[in-house]
């Protein structure tokens, strides 16, 4: 009995169906009752009620950044054990990665209006969640500009790799552009030290959320990518026929 | 190998090879610019450098389709890829030649373009070296995405969607050499970073270039 077992995709399809609901439903009630008890939590002294936004912005910048993370795992393991799920899986994180991006960049120029004076700003931490936002529209505009699936796999796979390498360096690169001339710790994520447990217990509870809701989408997603292939095949085989 | 480099040049330099559409095309940029941004000296040597750089990327992207397609049209990558010199090399080999036909011009004409946007003469040897130093980056980091693409009828775009995020981290370092080389503070340590892109792209884009190109010639 291993993990390797449920690159098989007739018994992924099986656990994942019946661990869906119960992913959905968890995601449901973490995120709707993190959202009502941030909405509750009493306005912070400085920045009012803006602080709210933070259960928002917080735990979807985090999953931009895991997402490219579990696209990146599981390139390599496509690369590396030619698991056709495992490929599917990282075709079907990348939208939901893109959206977290964009969820995080929208909600942080929402806040960043009333606070900074400014919707945009050319901070490091900003500038580098918009330039992965980029690299997840390189990506997913690559698998869809190929017709043949296993191709359209390893070349994604492949700009999954170098494209992480320099994102990777690009993160610390802006640092050292724009380091100094604006608050670059301002958003800084460390809810030990910086933040009340008024704020910080709704936040994980959030985030936690936000990571079922991740998974729920991507099981959807990959079920209904598997789905398309058996469609596709179906369709091949009756051509032939 | 030494063949095929040569092949490579010859290729680019006789007509249609498009060789000397860069600089022209560099100089059409710096052309332009001033009617954009007005004609105020100032102004212009304060986006000099991002200017000059950004300009180096879009000559250098301007041109990638021609390491691989053409190849690939005609058939020729595919004999090269059954050839007893590895693909890595071929990849190596190729992302030099495009350099050299595309990059070194650009390196050596760029103090003229530098003046038409009135860069102040003290950054002048910051700009060579920037350019010397990174313009290798942007062609390796080129011919790995024109292997990528170079199976895709419609490829033009999204190659650039492709390659233009890589080349942040070298536009980023490369404009701030020249940015601290205006005003002569410790732009060696940016070149410093420049280097090791440049190094860090020769390490990974042989072997990334040549198993794309492995998939896309199956």
Redesign the interface.
Known sequence: MSIWEYANPVKFMRLSGRVLPWVAIGAAICIASGLVWGFLTPPDYKQGATVKIIFLHVPAAMMAINIWAMMLVASLIWLIRRHHVSALAAKAAAPVGAVMTLIALITGAIWGQPMWGTWWEWDPRLTSVL?LF??Y??YI??WS??DDAD?AA??TG??C???S???F??RY??L??NQGLHQGASLSLAPGERMSAVYRYPLYLSMLGFGLLFLALVLVRTRTEIRRRRLAALIAREVRA | MIALFARDIRLATRAGGGFGLGLGFFLILCTLVPFGVGPSGATLALIAPGILWVGALLACLLSLDRIFALDHEDGSLDLLATAPIPLEGVVVIKAAAHWITTGLPLVVAAPIFGLLLHLPAIAMPWLVAALLIGTPALSLLGAFGAALTVGLRRGGLLLSLLVLPLYIPTLLFGAEVVRRGMVDAAPLTPLAFLGAITLLSCALVPFAGAAVLRVNLR
């Open positions: 330039i980029l690299f529209l390189g505009a690559l500009a190929i191709t390893d070349l492949w700009l790799i170098v494209g390498i320099f994102a360096l690009s690169a802006v050292f552009w």
